[in-house]
């Protein structure tokens, strides 16, 4: 299985709940940022961006919040499921097709 | 379309042994890249390229080679292996005229 997540922080939900998971980025000139899932063994999966001129963008059962001032990213994930379970991060880019990637979070949930 | 697809999926060297990391894309994307990811650290960028013809380096180059003669394939080549270099390996594309960039399934690569 994939050993990139061992010592990673852990986010436990029950199945149903709301989840969130924050990240907090590095560059204040980053105009764009991506929320990744990765499961065990697998590549990271796009989940949903966001460009620097918005504070909320919403998808299928997720929104992704940014608050510039703070230099600080959250993942909301309504409902949460068990398929949900996975690692999450978050990527900036300052539009340079550099990104700088967080470090991630485990989401647990719990049945 | 297939997407990304790198090969192989596991990988054993011994120290000093050489290989090369395979990654493809179907999907016509300009852009292209390597990363690695070990245990609590975010990915980091070996090599990307812009285009055909057009390399460069990342973050973390150093014991890495590249070579882009095709839109499609993007080798990554190990010249000597390092244990060091024990890592999960990402090849990621993006969509030409945006951000959105796109992941394979990963090379797990053990030197010992």
């Known amino acids: 299985g994939e050993s990139v997540g061992l010592h990673l922080p852990t986010l436990s939900v029950q199945e149903g709940d709301n989840s969130i998971i924050n990240c907090a980025y590095s560059?204040?000139?980053?105009?764009?940022f991506i929320w990744y899932k990765q499961e065990s063994g697998k590549g990271p999966q796009f989940i949903i961006d966001?460009?620097?001129?918005?504070d909320k963008r919403q998808g299928q059962r997720v929104t992704v919040l940014l608050n510039k001032t703070v230099k600080h990213l959250s993942l909301q994930i309504a409902a949460t499921q068990p398929g949900d379970s996975a690692v999450y991060f978050c990527?900036?880019?300052?539009?340079?097709?550099?990104?700088?990637f967080g470090t991630g979070t485990r989401l647990k949930v719990l049945a | 379309n297939a997407g990304v697809t790198q090969t192989p999926k596991f990988q054993v060297l011994k120290t000093g042994q050489s290989m090369t990391l395979q990654c493809a894309q179907d999907?016509?994307?300009?852009?292209m890249s390597w990363y690695r990811q070990d245990p609590g650290m975010g990915l980091r960028l070996i090599h990307y390229?812009?285009?055909?013809?057009?390399?460069d380096q990342g973050e973390v180059p150093n014991g890495y080679n590249v070579s882009r003669s095709t839109t499609e394939d993007f080798p990554l080549r190990l010249l000597s292996a390092a244990p060091s270099q024990t890592s999960v390996y990402f090849c990621?594309?993006?969509?030409?005229?945006?951000?959105?960039?796109?992941f394979g399934p990963g090379t797990r690569l053990t030197v010992t």
């Open positions: 990527a900036e880019n300052s539009g340079t097709y550099k990104y700088i």
């Open positions: 390229s812009v285009g055909a013809g057009i390399t």
């Open positions: 560059n204040s000139a980053s105009d764009y």
């Open positions: 999907m016509n994307h300009e852009y």
């Open positions: 990621a594309s993006t969509r030409t005229g945006t951000y959105e960039q796109y």
């Open positions: 966001i460009r620097s001129n918005m």
